[in-house]
């Protein structure tokens, strides 16, 4: 994931501490806090067929319209 991180820096440059991370997936998130990146939220209901999800070591948002 590491690579991920770095590849996305090369094609477009971001302020790890300045950006805005929200995804579904806990790799995905340890991954972007281990990137360096401030803001990481997880979704909380990506699929309105299932449960909601609790991620323990994230914040959680139902819509990424609560974080504006």
Do not use: Q
């Amino acid at each position: 994931m590491r690579r991920f991180w770095s590849r996305v820096r090369a094609v477009e440059p971001f302020d790890p501490e300045r950006t805005l991370f929200v995804d579904d997936n806990a790799a995905v998130l340890k991954a972007a806090r281990a990137a360096g990146i401030r803001f990481i939220y997880a979704m909380c209901h990506p699929d309105s067929s299932r449960p909601p999800r609790e991620h323990p070591d994230f914040p959680g948002v139902h819509s990424v319209a609560e974080l504006l």
